[in-house]
């Protein structure tokens, strides 16, 4: 899919843990796994509100659009 | 600790797997045995007794029909029969032909069968309403509506090579009687199966994508 989810780069920026990750947005470990590992179909708005909330970022820190080849 | 899923209807769904597993049994012993005979007929000329062929007939004239404590007794006709006959020997050509459609029909009607298997399989692991068993449904309805034309065909192929090769007293044998042959019955349920699968499919693409929605 050309959607990259960057949101192990942003954890590694912000020193945190997927698992206070989890903690401090309300969803599930599977499911930020899911997300992290970009088998995600969508992403709520609301989940993108929270996780940017929490690593202080902004939504295009986390989602990538690149070209397929 | 790993936790266990509970599957609600476990029971019924090994009840039912058990029950198309030995119906698949049966019906693959059927085909083969069915397949072997013809064959053995075809290479020996040996009496085919044990192979019934539809034709389609007409009784002639009227039959009395008794009706208890009726005035009188009514009169009947025989019209639309659908019947079968054996016979000591069919023409080799005849019977392969016929053979092959009735096994065609018989082999279409296994893969059903066996993809009905593989649909309560997934139900028993949990994983019934995805797309796969959508795709296994329409294929049930295709194999179906496939079975139900070979066998309205074969019906029409034997009826038609025997009705000007029967003699029977007072029964006259026809090529072909539309309502004698028509039953759409079983057609209108494999179409129905189509539509259900088509909105089976559609439902269980909806719900993966919700399943992923984070």
Redesign the interface.
Known sequence: MPIVVNLDVMLARRKMSLTELSGKVG?TMS??S??KKG??????FS?LQAICEVLDCQPADILEYRTEE | MEATKKIYGETFIELLLVIFRLSFFITAVGIIFWAIYSMVLFLTDGPTVHQAFPVFFRGQGEGILNVPNDIGAAKFRMYHALGYIVSDSVPKGFLALFSVIHVSGYIFWLLCFGLTIRILDAARLGRFFIVENAIRLRYIGLWGIAYFVLNKLMVVVSASYFSDKLAFSKVNFLSFDFFGWIGLNSLFGFLFLLVISEAFRIGAQLK??SD???
């Open positions: 969803i499911n930020l899911i997300l088998k995600a179909k969508a992403i709520r989940t | 993966e994508e992923l929605t984070i």
